[in-house]
């Protein structure tokens, strides 16, 4: 059974820094892109950001350029996601998805985990 | 990366079909056969209904089909059923090489 299990979130001053991570099993990991993708408290979704299989290609939405890198580790079978100088607007929960197999299309996500940007 | 359009709401009774709408333009609906649908219950992670504008995962009922026209996908629901009530979302590949979700419609079940 696939499982994606995220963890690192919590609450964190404007400006200050966390590292999620996203947790996969179940599936060969290093075959798979992958993605995070975030869900402010009662709004849509928001594609947040992307990283191939074999982390060659990573790309951001242009809310988290320059501040938010991804980075997967496939020995250790986990995605991660390191998000520095946060500001209110990062609050959300925050999910890792899986890619279809050779196509685009979340078909696996995680529980997500809320990170909250607060004084 | 604007957000796609889709309608806020849309409803229909038990067995009817709904569609739904989401609009967007040549660098990304309409450059690409990349859109996907999403279901989402309260409180519960997206779940994938289409991928590759008109392709249904494994497990997905033939209820739901999507299609797409220039700038805009779409997704009918036939035989609308109680536990369709959710929040559905569109999503497409981009020419950024990026990804763009819609706003989001919540249908209700009348």
């Known amino acids: 059974e696939v499982q994606l299990v995220e963890s690192g979130g919590g609450l964190v001053q404007p400006g200050g820094s966390l590292r999620l991570s996203c947790a996969a099993s179940?599936?060969?990991?290093?075959?798979?892109?992958m993605n995070w993708v975030r869900q402010a408290p009662g709004k849509g979704l928001e594609w947040v950001s992307y990283i191939s299989s074999s982390g060659r290609s990573i790309y951001y939405a242009d809310s988290v350029k320059g501040r938010f890198t991804i980075s997967r580790d496939s020995a250790e079978n986990s995605l991660y996601l390191q998000m520095n100088s946060l500001s209110d607007e990062d609050t959300a929960v925050y999910y890792c998805a899986r890619d279809l197999y050779g196509a685009y299309g979340c078909d696996h996500w995680g529980q997500g985990i809320l990170v909250s940007v607060s004084s | 990366q604007s957000a796609l359009t889709q309608p806020a709401s849309v409803s229909g009774s038990p067995g009817q079909s709904i569609t739904i709408s989401c609009t967007g333009t040549?660098?990304?609906?309409?450059?690409?056969?990349?859109v996907s649908w999403y279901q989402q219950h309260p409180g519960k992670a997206p779940k994938l209904l289409i991928y590759?504008?008109?392709n249904r995962p494994s497990g997905v009922s033939n209820r739901f089909s999507g299609s797409k026209s220039v700038n805009t996908a779409s997704l009918t629901i036939s035989g609308l059923q109680a536990e369709d009530e959710a929040d559905y979302y569109c999503d497409s590949y981009t020419s950024s090489n990026t990804r763009v979700f819609g706003g989001g419609t919540k249908l209700t079940v009348l």
């Open positions: 040549s660098s990304d609906v309409g450059g690409y056969n990349y």
């Open positions: 179940g599936f060969t990991f290093s075959s798979y892109s």
């Open positions: 590759g504008v008109t």
